[in-house]
């Protein structure tokens, strides 16, 4: 009798401790990864597996490192050249008009170091203030022509579908991010204003000179402070006519262009017209996803210049609004669909930003919760 109660005890004990759901539900979380496979990159397929393809892949070879390599290297090296011939002048000439007019606004403050030579130059600067937007003008057909010549390094074959971007006011253009490069692409057909992450090394040099000319807005990922004053920018930016088109890649980070993850709400919440752009890369050739976490910027670069071709499908799709009765979130989501079924992308319920942190404490309470809810009811029933 002892020996059954015991039995009996123990069987109540393992039932009472029963955890395969849990370890069911965890063994499928990693079966079924999506979240890691956002962000995986994808090797192409070997073909150069037997006797008669090897000689192929080695001529292969030759032509990409040692013919079309050094000829994409001197087409950018031309490009460089161009550009800062033409961009260093406008941007000295600029910058010492800027400094000029505030020395003027501090002399007109007080009344009694203002004579009429001084009025007739401050005449002449007003006249000079309207002509700012053709030097603008300026800067950007030359970040067009620079980062047209990036595309060319690339052997970049790109098709733009739907009408070209207009610059009017009160409109933000948003669209899936696998690359940086994906601001390439967009900039050299329409100067945008982008929203980027602050990158060390010669990009964050580039950054703050000349990508800060077309009004780009940068912010730190790691600084919570950031998104204060970012969003400020971003109201500011919308609100004026004469500013480039805004565009936000509103994932938050690079995706290896087969899914799509949450939509930061962020470019929803404007209170302006949302303009989606779908991008999708063919990969006959070459990734262009960006895996930040394993490779730079420039070995991705170097990547893309000595592969065959980068071939690139770009849709500017049907400006959205956002509806009576649906919130930021829900719009966010709706624009999320329109360019993942143009694109062929897969959404997934994930957020970008866990690439880069741990797992929220809450999102541990809650399962530790939900197991001790679990094991109460067990509990209960016996």
Not at 318 to 328: D, F, H, I, N, S
Not at 362 to 376: D, G, I, T
């Given at each position: 009798m002892e020996i059954i109660c015991i039995q009996f005890r123990d069987q109540k004990m393992r039932d009472l401790l029963d955890i395969s759901p849990t370890l069911t539900e965890a063994a499928g979380a990693i079966v079924d990864d999506t979240f890691t496979r956002c962000f995986k990159s994808n090797p192409p397929e070997p073909w150069n597996w037997n006797v008669y393809l090897f000689p192929l892949w080695c001529c292969g070879v030759v032509v990409r490192y040692l013919v079309l390599f050094p000829i994409r290297v001197l087409v950018l090296t031309i490009g460089w050249i161009i550009f800062l011939s033409a961009f260093i002048p406008v941007h000295l000439l600029l910058k010492g008009h800027d400094k000029l007019r505030i020395k003027l606004e501090v002399l007109i403050i007080e009344p009694t170091t203002l004579n009429s030579m001084l009025l007739a130059y401050v005449n002449d600067l007003n006249v000079l203030k309207v002509n700012l937007s053709e030097y603008l003008r300026v800067y950007r057909c030359l970040v067009e022509l620079i980062c047209s010549f990036f595309v060319a390094s690339w052997t970049g074959v790109v098709k733009y579908h739907g009408p070209r971007p207009s610059n009017r006011p009160k409109q933000v253009f948003v669209a899936n991010h696998t690359s940086m490069i994906d601001f390439i692409v967009l900039e050299q057909m329409t100067a945008f204003a982008v929203i980027m992450q602050k990158h060390p090394g010669w990009v964050g040099l580039l950054q703050s000179t000349i990508l800060e000319s077309v009004g780009c807005i940068w912010f730190n990922r790691s600084e919570a402070k950031d998104r204060e004053i970012v969003a400020k920018k971003l109201r500011d930016h919308v609100q004026g006519a004469d500013n480039n088109p805004l565009l936000i890649f509103p994932e938050g980070t690079c995706v290896n262009n087969h899914y799509t993850v949450m939509f930061?709400?962020?470019?929803?919440?404007?209170?302006?017209?949302?303009?989606?752009?779908a991008i999708k890369y063919n990969k006959i050739f070459v990734d262009a996803f960006w895996n930040s976490r394993k490779q730079s910027f420039t070995m991705h670069l170097l990547q893309l210049m000595t592969s065959w071709a980068v071939v690139c499908d770009v849709w500017y799709l049907e400006p959205q609004t956002l509806k009576p009765g649906e919130t930021a979130i829900e719009f966010a989501e709706r624009v999320r669909d329109i360019i993942s079924v143009r694109a062929g992308l897969k959404k997934v319920p994930w957020d970008g930003y866990l690439k880069y942190s741990r797992p929220s404490p809450k999102h541990r309470e809650r399962k530790q919760q939900s197991f001790a809810e679990y094991?109460?009811?067990?509990l209960e029933e016996k």
């Amino acid at each position: 009798m002892e020996i059954i109660c015991i039995q009996f005890r123990d069987q109540k004990m393992r039932d009472l401790l029963d955890i395969s759901p849990t370890l069911t539900e965890a063994a499928g979380a990693i079966v079924d990864d999506t979240f890691t496979r956002c962000f995986k990159s994808n090797p192409p397929e070997p073909w150069n597996w037997n006797v008669y393809l090897f000689p192929l892949w080695c001529c292969g070879v030759v032509v990409r490192y040692l013919v079309l390599f050094p000829i994409r290297v001197l087409v950018l090296t031309i490009g460089w050249i161009i550009f800062l011939s033409a961009f260093i002048p406008v941007h000295l000439l600029l910058k010492g008009h800027d400094k000029l007019r505030i020395k003027l606004e501090v002399l007109i403050i007080e009344p009694t170091t203002l004579n009429s030579m001084l009025l007739a130059y401050v005449n002449d600067l007003n006249v000079l203030k309207v002509n700012l937007s053709e030097y603008l003008r300026v800067y950007r057909c030359l970040v067009e022509l620079i980062c047209s010549f990036f595309v060319a390094s690339w052997t970049g074959v790109v098709k733009y579908h739907g009408p070209r971007p207009s610059n009017r006011p009160k409109q933000v253009f948003v669209a899936n991010h696998t690359s940086m490069i994906d601001f390439i692409v967009l900039e050299q057909m329409t100067a945008f204003a982008v929203i980027m992450q602050k990158h060390p090394g010669w990009v964050g040099l580039l950054q703050s000179t000349i990508l800060e000319s077309v009004g780009c807005i940068w912010f730190n990922r790691s600084e919570a402070k950031d998104r204060e004053i970012v969003a400020k920018k971003l109201r500011d930016h919308v609100q004026g006519a004469d500013n480039n088109p805004l565009l936000i890649f509103p994932e938050g980070t690079c995706v290896n262009n087969h899914y799509t993850v949450m939509f930061k709400k962020g470019a929803f919440e404007l209170g302006c017209t949302v303009c989606p752009v779908a991008i999708k890369y063919n990969k006959i050739f070459v990734d262009a996803f960006w895996n930040s976490r394993k490779q730079s910027f420039t070995m991705h670069l170097l990547q893309l210049m000595t592969s065959w071709a980068v071939v690139c499908d770009v849709w500017y799709l049907e400006p959205q609004t956002l509806k009576p009765g649906e919130t930021a979130i829900e719009f966010a989501e709706r624009v999320r669909d329109i360019i993942s079924v143009r694109a062929g992308l897969k959404k997934v319920p994930w957020d970008g930003y866990l690439k880069y942190s741990r797992p929220s404490p809450k999102h541990r309470e809650r399962k530790q919760q939900s197991f001790a809810e679990y094991v109460l009811q067990r509990l209960e029933e016996k």
